[in-house]
Structure formats: C-alpha cells, structure tokens
C-alpha cells in the first residue's frame, strides 16, 4: 500500500544525512509507529512522504503510484495524504465547520460529509465555534476530522498529542485512535514517546542517525531489541561490561554486546534464591521513596553504579542483587 524503496535526504548536499537508505511497506490498515531519539529522521521521513521535502534518492509509492523519485514528484494537495502535526494548524479566523469545509471544498457532499466527521470526532455541536473557543484536545481532534474528510489513503500523525498534559494526552490517544480504527485508514504515526506508540500501533519503525535499525511488533521490539539504543529506547537498560560481568561473576561472549533492563535487576531475597543465576553484593548509596516503590542506588563491590526499583520496604545498607540469564539481552554490534 506505502512502499518506501531506498530514501535518502540530506539538507546539506551529502554531507550529512537525515534519512539513509530507507525502505519500509505498510499494508492497507495498518497502524505503524515511528519512533527514535530527537534528530534520528522521524519528522524528515513524514515530510517527505507528504511532499514537503523531494527525497536526493529512492521512491514512495502509495497504492502501486510513484508519489516520490528522483525524476517524479506529485504535489502534496494531491497525494491522499491527510496530516495532522503537533501545533493544532487549524485556521484561527475559519469555525471548526469552515475549517473542516477547506479541504473538501470541490466535494459535492460537503457540508453532509463535513458534519459527519464532526460526529465522528464527537464535536457535533462546535462547528460553529473559532478555534480559540475549543480545549488543545478539542482542536486536535477538529484537526483530525479535518484531516480525514478527503478521505485519505494515509493519514500521517506527527507527534499529535505532544502539547498536552499526561491525563489528556493518554484520554486523546485512546479517543484519537478509537476514531481511527472506525475508519480503516492506514496510519503513520511519529512519537518519541514509546508508551503511544505501544499502546496504540500494530508495529514500531524504529530510526537511529536516520536509518532503520528495526521494524517489528511492539511485543517483539522489547524482548528482542536489534540493539542497545533499541532496548534503551523501551526502558532503562544497562549494559553488561567488562566491570558488570566481573562483579556479576557472569563471563559472556566477548563478540557480542550484552545488556540488562533494570527492572529484570532483582532484589528482593526469595526472587534471589529462586530466580537468578548470577548474584553480587551492592552498597545502597540512594533511597528514592517513589509512591509504593523505592528507587535505590547501587554501589559494587567493582564501582560500577546501577538503579533498581523494588517494592520491598526493609533495605539494609548493603544487600544482594541478582539476575537470570534469560533475561541478557545479546546483540551483535
Ligand atoms: N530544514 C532543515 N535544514 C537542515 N537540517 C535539517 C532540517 N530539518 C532537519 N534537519 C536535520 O536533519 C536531522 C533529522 O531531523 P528530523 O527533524 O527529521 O529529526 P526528528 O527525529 O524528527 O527530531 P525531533 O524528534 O527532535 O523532532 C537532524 O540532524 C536535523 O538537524
């Protein structure tokens, strides 16, 4: 459905570049998440699949049509791409209703198709209303029914929920994506922020230095991260030196790279004696009271630093840690 073949973008004639080599589909349906540190490429890699940016080299496709290449271009008004960015975009002197009017303006249905986005989005009774007279989360989702009143092939959702508080932000996901799934749409979805992107996409693309370095099931992407920057990018992750095997006693392929996620660092006794297979003993140089757990800081008997959380209440000053050798995560790098 959206065939990305071998795109390249470089904003400073080759000397560096946003996006390196990247290919990708998507079926028709899908939910895809794009996910990476800041500057690895995300708002690059959407720009140019709505044509705001002409890619140096490869192609988009978008249902069997060149979108994109290095000899074709189609303007973004007519790509079937709907967009829906981090700043709300809605035209402050349109109402809600004009708003969503403007992109469907040669439509013979208009005002009924118009009308019926806004019930879709649960604004029925706002389209008479400005912008400025509507909450962030409201105008987002005029934002969305504005983007998806042409009825696009691709919806792309650049960091959509980023200007708002925790509580809206997880109730406007849920609402966001519930309204997507009603549709069918196929979506692009760009976040830094790997709990959206987990709660809500089939699968997650995964950019470092703008290349792709995964692209799997969210369930995949945290038990078997292709590396550390993946690992680290799903929770606290920590690599397994020199320094950690030694105090760990856990001598491991040296070819490899290997890491543990903090939260697999066990702590309390009984898990020590039932679950683990290399133990050592830390000094507790921090105690940070986290609601109904403790985050605890670690010293070894090596000088390596580690944090833990546990629920236990009774922490001596110095204690035993552990981990089982299931839980290394090993990649090649
Ligand atoms: N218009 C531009 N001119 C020059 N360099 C740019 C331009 N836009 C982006 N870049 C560079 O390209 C790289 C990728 O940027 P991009 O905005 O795509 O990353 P991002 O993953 O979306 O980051 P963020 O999460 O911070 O928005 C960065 O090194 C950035 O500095």
């Known amino acids: ?122 604004l029925s009774e706002m389209g008479g209303r400005y912008p400025h007279q509507l909450s962030g989360g409201q105008q987002q989702r005029v934002a969305l029914a504005r983007a998806l009143a042409p009825n696009p092939s691709l919806l792309i959702l650049d960091e959509p929920f980023s200007n708002l508080d925790t509580m809206l932000r997880t109730q406007l996901r849920s609402q966001v994506f519930e309204i997507i799934e009603k549709t069918g749409v196929t979506v692009l979805f760009v976040t830094h922020d790997t709990q959206d992107a987990l709660s809500v996409a089939d699968e997650i693309l995964i950019l470092q230095n703008g290349k792709v370095v995964q692209k799997d099931a969210a369930s995949n992407l945290y038990v078997k991260p292709n590396n550390l920057y993946v690992a680290s990018l799903f929770g606290n992750t920590v690599r397994i030196n020199k320094d950690l095997q030694n105090a760990f006693h856990c001598p491991l392929n040296e070819e490899c790279c290997h890491a543990i996620r903090n939260e697999k660092i066990k702590v309390n006794p009984d898990e020590l004696t039932t679950d683990c297979d290399y133990i050592t003993t830390a000094e507790v140089i921090k105690k940070i009271a986290l609601g109904d757990a403790v985050q605890l800081v670690l010293k070894l008997e090596t000088g390596e630093k580690l944090t833990v959380t546990t629920r236990d209440k009774n922490i001596a000053d110095t204690i035993n840690i552990g981990f089982n050798s299931k839980d290394i995560l090993e990649f090649n790098e």
């Open 1 to 122: 459905m959206l065939k990305i073949d071998s795109l390249s973008k470089s904003y400073d004639k080759g000397k560096n570049y946003a996006l390196q080599d990247v290919s990708f589909e998507l079926k028709s349906g899908d939910v895809c998440a794009i996910v990476g540190e800041s500057g690895s490429g995300k708002t690059t890699l959407v720009r140019l699949i709505a044509g705001l940016e002409r890619p140096d080299e490869g192609s988009i496709s978008l249902s069997g049509k060149v979108l994109s290449s290095v000899d074709q271009f189609t303007q973004p008004e007519k790509r079937k791409i709907g967009l829906v960015f981090q700043e709300y975009a809605l035209f402050p002197h349109l109402t809600v209703l004009e708003n969503i009017l403007y992109g469907i303006a040669k439509q013979k249905d208009k005002k009924e198709r118009a009308q019926e986005m806004l019930d879709l989005v649960g």
